[in-house]
């Protein structure tokens, strides 16, 4: 069993910026994918970013790639999430997750979820 638990979302103007943190416990997450996903309000969950066991490959959605950054921290346990230039359309609960899929695109292919964090930028 992994637990998620993310922070760092709040309040932001246009064009401001955002670190989103995930940290896992209960099992190293070394060996998962990890994943960032968003919903907004009447939408459908979409896709954010994944980043490899080993970091050593990130994968983005079109909307964020050029912005956002995924990164993590094996030994801390800890998955990062920069976000930069934010816009109010990235306005959403924002939720880590893990698992081995090779479908980290796919919401439904990752077995363990943080609660998420909301991320308002304001316009």
């Known amino acids: 069993q992994v637990q998620l638990v993310e922070s760092g979302g709040g309040l932001v103007q246009t064009g401001g910026s955002l670190r989103l943190s995930c940290a896992a416990s209960?099992?190293?997450?070394?060996?998962?994918?990890m994943g960032w996903f968003r919903q907004a309000p009447g939408k459908e969950r979409e896709f954010v970013a994944a980043i490899t066991q080993s970091g050593g490959r990130t994968y983005y959605a079109d909307s964020v790639k050029g912005r956002f950054t995924i990164s993590r921290d094996n030994a801390k346990n800890t998955v990062y999430l920069q976000m930069n230039s934010l816009k109010p359309e990235d306005t959403a609960v924002y939720s880590c997750?893990?698992?081995?899929?090779?479908?980290?695109?796919?919401?439904?292919?990752?077995?363990?979820w943080g609660q998420g964090t909301q991320v308002t930028v304001s316009s």
């Open positions: 209960g099992r190293t997450t070394s060996s998962y994918i």
């Open positions: 997750a893990a698992d081995t899929t090779i479908y980290y695109r796919t919401y439904a292919s990752y077995s363990y």
